[in-house]
């Protein structure tokens, strides 16, 4: 008998291989299978490692090389259409993490530097190569956009738009990255531009990019912001600020915009309402992150805004994705023998995971605009 007979034997007799199987069956999506899609187990021990440790066990899995997938962003699109996240069985420390956000505020004022720290500031070098000139480390607009500078170009210039940014105004960037929103607004709509980090690494960038522009790039956190401006805009960091937070969030926001300013809303969402903690990705790549729903945003604007637009262009979130991945891929050999092997799988995992949740609209990204109520009406372009 050929070991790969013996290999399918003992396999049809692991408890565990049958219950993985049926699962991924039910999502079109064979085990050793020929297509795109399936996924190709090198350690049998993943089966019950993954259900026994979920989501956990599914992405460290990978990154020990237990099994590899040609198209991860069609595997995980399939798997969360199929619902299978849901049919996981939860380890008993993903239970006591969903706990511990509950009751603790994972995003307090000590605790909120951490993902600057492991995340933000990995290297200049790999988000400089990864992302657009811009370095915009957020979803692109793809309405007319073919190139990942295209829709990030238009996504800077919709923000601009939406906001009615002129010549004189002041505008408040909290979580403002690499500075490349700072710069734009700054350089094309003339205004005066104070932005907002916890990323050590992003300011020093940051500063770098606005040289000779009226820009202020401030490392502190959001919370110590008392100075009203005329425009307030915040692209991918209220995924940071987490449930405990959002009223004091708005409340900041609030305080420091004017009486007839505009306030747009960057954020990727959930479609429920809970703490929305994936263990893996919190363990991996955003420490304390929790993804804001309707409700949460609605609930804790209520007090101070009028909502006066709602923009969720998710899907363009996959496309971003996808072009983030082609361009990870073809400058790894410039990267790999700082980061090593292991940190790009898990890179890759993370990529292509995102991807098959926006695909699969399993989470959605959001523009919000808000004023105090101004007279007449908001027209928001689209």
């Known amino acids: 008998m050929s070991s790969s007979c013996i290999e399918e034997v003992s ?23 020929p297509r795109a899609w399936d996924i190709q187990v090198i350690n049998p021990a993943f089966f019950k490692r993954v259900l026994q440790e979920g989501s956990l066990g599914l992405g460290e899995s990978y990154m020990d090389g237990w099994w590899e997938c040609e198209r991860m962003d069609m595997f995980f699109h399939r798997v969360l259409l199929a619902k299978l996240d849901e049919k996981l069985p939860h380890h008993f420390k993903d ?17 909120a530097w951490i993902v600057g720290k492991e995340h933000y500031d990995l290297g200049n070098d790999l ?14 607009y793809w309405k007319d956009a073919r190139t990942l500078e295209d829709a990030q170009n238009a996504k800077l210039k919709m923000i601009c738009e939406k ?35 916890i990323s050590a690494e992003q300011q020093k960038m940051a500063q770098q990019r606005c040289e000779g522009l009226d820009v202020t790039i401030l490392l502190q956190d959001y919370r110590d912001l ?3 401006y005329d425009r307030i805009v915040s692209v991918g960091m209220f995924e940071h600020v987490g449930p405990k937070n959002y009223a004091t969030y708005f409340s900041v926001v609030n305080r420091n915009l004017k009486p007839d300013g505009l306030f747009l809303l960057h954020t990727i969402g959930s479609n429920t309402t809970g703490e929305n903690v994936d263990p893996w990705l919190d ?12 409700s949460h945003i609605a609930e804790a604007s209520e007090p101070y805004f009028v909502m006066e637009d709602w923009h969720n262009f998710g899907p363009d979130y996959d496309t971003t994705l996808m072009a983030w991945i082609d361009r990870f891929l073809a400058v790894w050999p410039e990267l790999a023998e700082k980061y090593g ?3 790009k799988r898990m ?29 007449g009406g908001l027209r928001v372009p689209h």
């Open 341 to 343: 092997e292991r940190f």
């Open 95 to 111: 239970t006591l993490r969903i706990a511990a956000a509950r009751l603790t505020n994972q995003q307090s004022r000590k605790r």
């Open 283 to 294: 363990r991996y790549i955003f420490p304390n992150g929790r993804l804001p729903s309707v």
């Open 226 to 228: 008392n100075e009203q």
């Open 347 to 375: 890179f890759i995992y993370y990529l292509n995971a995102c991807a098959g949740a926006f695909r699969a609209r399993h989470m959605q990204l959001w523009q919000v605009m808000f004023t105090h109520g101004i007279e």
């Open 11 to 33: 396999l049809e007799e692991n408890q565990w291989y049958r219950i993985v199987q049926e699962m991924l069956r039910s999502a079109d999506i064979d085990i050793n299978g």
């Open 127 to 140: 988000f400089s190569l990864m992302l657009d000139s811009h370095m915009q480390y957020s979803c692109g």
């Open 163 to 197: 906001l009615q940014l002129a010549p004189g105004m002041s505008l408040l960037d909290i979580g403002c990255g690499w500075g490349g929103l700072a710069e734009y607004a700054a350089r094309y709509y003339g205004v005066r531009v104070s932005g907002v980090t």
